[in-house]
């Protein structure tokens, strides 16, 4: 059953500086590219009603596809590297259809 990976977030950056931007397109070049990722999207919040300003979507194939995307060294080094240090909040949501 394939599986909606998603994370809303605000970044440590000040909106729309470089650094933002740099972030995204990291995130974009690095996580798109690891196997068994399908329908990468970054989205920006329009909405005053959140401070999460971002979301990163992509869907798995099924449990095994998403299992291996986690434990990816790139998605390792991502998190610990890039993520931990410039997210400064962050709600995560994995979907499947009902």
Known sequence: MPIQH???FRLAHAPGSSEEEAFLADARTTLSEISGVEEFRVH???SAKSDLRHQLSMVFADAEAYAAYNDHPA?????AQRW???VAE????D????
């Open 6 to 8: 998603t994370v809303v």
């Open 44 to 46: 920006r919040q329009v």
């Open 75 to 79: 998605h390792v080094a991502f998190v």
């Open 84 to 86: 931990m240090p410039e």
């Open 90 to 93: 962050f709600q995560e949501y």
């Open 95 to 98: 979907f499947v259809e009902a």
